[in-house]
Nanobody, 122 residues
């Protein structure tokens, strides 16, 4: 079970950090992705970290602004979001994919946390 939090309203240029806590199993047994869905748009994989923590992935619009990281001692994955833009406004979800599944493929993710709303004002 995944629990995401940390959403809110922020001005453009601001920062937020989203934690995703895993309950029941350690993070080194699955890959973790952060997805977002804006109104009227499809859900997209924004960032991901492989189950062994060795590889990360970002979509181009967030490269250099977002950082995904994992703290195993806290069993938590974080999405640090800096230099936020209005187009980052969306509901953000964290999700888990089995370690055997390709972590870059959205359909690999089969366990979802609840969404958290991020609103970036201009």
């Amino acid at each position: 079970q995944l629990q995401a939090s940390g959403g809110g309203l922020v001005q453009a240029g601001g920062s937020l950090r989203l934690p995703c806590a895993a309950c029941g199993r350690p993070y080194n047994t699955f890959s973790t992705g952060w997805f977002r869905q804006a109104p009227g748009k499809e859900r997209e994989l924004v960032a991901a970290i492989m189950w062994n923590g060795g590889l990360t992935y970002y979509i181009d619009p967030v490269k250099g602004r977002f950082t995904i990281s994992r703290v195993d001692a806290k069993n938590t994955v974080y999405l640090q979001m800096n230099s936020l833009k209005p187009e980052d406004t969306a509901v953000y979800y964290c999700a888990a994919a089995p370690s055997r599944a390709p972590y870059l493929i959205p359909s690999s993710y089969d366990s979802w946390g609840q969404g958290t709303q991020i609103t970036v004002s201009s």
